[in-house]
């Protein structure tokens, strides 16, 4: 896919109204072309806010009386029993009911085991795990700056101590970006914390002259997917410092920094290339 078919249907792949094969292309697009990183992130974070202005707008919100009137008739239809389920349920038919479900149960499970299906569920499971990560990849940059930078000092501090935690994470994350890179990674604190909600285990680094900070989101939100899918890492700029982010397992990892896109994002390749082997 070239830069100018991506912004053609860029629009249509926010809205998710793309062909699953087509999102496929795009994601693989996104993943190569920093440019176009740069204008869609630009472009979702302008819809994100025109969408949070119009429902915060006082013509658009629901009246209270409205809503609870809604909601007690929606438990009372729930609740009322309708004539299909009566005749549904009758002694007579419940066998016969129950029999024609599972074999289309059956046939169904057959239709979607087939491999001609594989594509389209690996793309939503791209499309899932793309909006898995964005949603904290802004968390994450907010941490970075308001836990690793702004208690630098205290990091540095600390830096020579020993304690478990630090001993898992520097064989876990240091020494493999130690054995990848020529330049000195320095571990310099490993904990646990929590910012907006979010709780992460925090691992700082220090690369040359940069401070790295890789987090691991604790709640496992995410979707475990297939190794393809584990392998893709998702960059974009995030109140001004680079978030690479990728997927291990059903765990959301994200590497933020002031480094350059293409530094972060071999720290980030470096790091899921390792948990993959």
Same mark, same amino acid.
């Given at each position: ?201 925090? $691992?700082?680094?220090?690369?040359? %002259?940069?401070?790295? /900070? &890789?987090?691991?989101?604790? *709640? =496992? ?34 590497? $933020?920094?002031?480094?350059?896109? %293409?530094?972060?994002? /071999? &720290?980030?390749?470096?790091? *899921? =290339?390792?948990?993959?082997?």
């Amino acid at each position: 896919m070239q830069c100018r078919e991506f912004n053609e249907i860029s629009e249509a792949y926010l809205s998710d109204e793309l062909l699953v094969e087509t999102n496929i292309q795009v994601f693989r697009h996104l993943e190569n072309c920093p440019k176009c990183r740069e204008q869609f992130a630009a472009k979702r974070e302008l819809r994100n806010k025109v969408r949070a202005a119009v429902k915060r707008t006082p013509e658009f919100q629901i009246n209270p009386a409205f809503a609870t009137r809604l909601s007690a008739n929606l438990k009372q239809t729930a609740l009322r029993e309708s004539g299909w389920q009566k005749f549904l349920f009758a002694p007579k038919l419940l066998i016969p009911v129950m029999a024609s479900l599972l074999i289309f149960a059956a046939l169904g499970f057959v239709f979607l085991s087939s491999p001609n299906n594989q594509p389209p569920q690996l793309a939503q499971s791209q499309k899932t795990l793309i909006d898995g990560l964005t949603e904290i990849a802004l968390k994450a940059a907010g941490n970075h700056e308001d836990c690793a930078l702004e208690n630098m000092p205290m990091w540095e501090k600390m830096a020579e101590r020993d304690y478990a935690e630090k001993a898992i994470y520097t064989e876990k994350v240091a020494k493999p970006l130690q054995a990848k890179f020529s330049d000195k990674i320095e571990m310099l604190h490993a904990h646990d914390c929590i910012f907006e909600g979010k709780e992460f285990t925090h $691992v700082i680094l220090r690369r040359g %002259t940069q401070i790295v /900070s &890789v987090f691991f989101d604790k *709640s =496992d939100v995410l979707p475990e997917v297939n190794t393809a899918t584990n392998a893709s890492i998702i960059c974009e700029k995030e109140k001004g410092f680079q978030v690479a982010s990728f997927q291990h397992k059903n765990q959301a990892i994200f590497v $933020v920094s002031e480094m350059s896109e %293409t530094e972060n994002l /071999s &720290v980030a390749r470096a790091l *899921s =290339d390792s948990f993959a082997a």
